[in-house]
Nanobody, 127 residues
């Protein structure tokens, strides 16, 4: 079984930066992982994903939603069982609860494909 816990959310001004962290228990190093976000009344939205490093010959593959491309960076440290999301040039529309997710299946951008979820961490961007 896998348990996930996010941290690092907070309130920042537009243009600021935050680093979100997700620490897992269990055998997360063989799981594809992702970040999703959800604003009140909205669908859970894909933000970024990263494959298990063993899925390719060249290491993990990453992908980003168009809305965050060039501003966010996803990474993982399997020795620490951690997933990170470095967010820069934050915009008010980035305001949401951010969730860490993991799946034993292949990496996808669909929330329904993920088996394990953290409790979420709030990110609020003003101005």
């Amino acid at each position: 079984q896998v348990q996930l816990e996010e941290s690092g959310g907070g309130s920042v001004q537009a243009g600021g930066s935050l680093r979100l962290s997700c620490v897992g228990s269990g055998e997360t190093d063989s799981y594809a992982m992702a970040w999703f976000r959800q604003a009140p009344g909205q669908e859970r939205e894909f933000v970024s994903r990263i494959t298990w490093r063993g899925a390719t010959r060249t290491g993990p593959r990453v992908d980003y939603a168009n809305s965050v491309k060039g501003r966010f960076n996803i990474s993982r440290d399997d020795a620490k069982k951690s997933l990170y999301l470095d967010m820069h040039s934050l915009k008010p529309e980035d305001t949401a609860v951010y969730y860490c997710a993991a799946t034993r299946r292949r990496s996808t951008s669909h929330a329904g494909d993920y088996d394990y979820w953290g409790q979420g961490t709030q990110v609020t961007v003003s101005s």
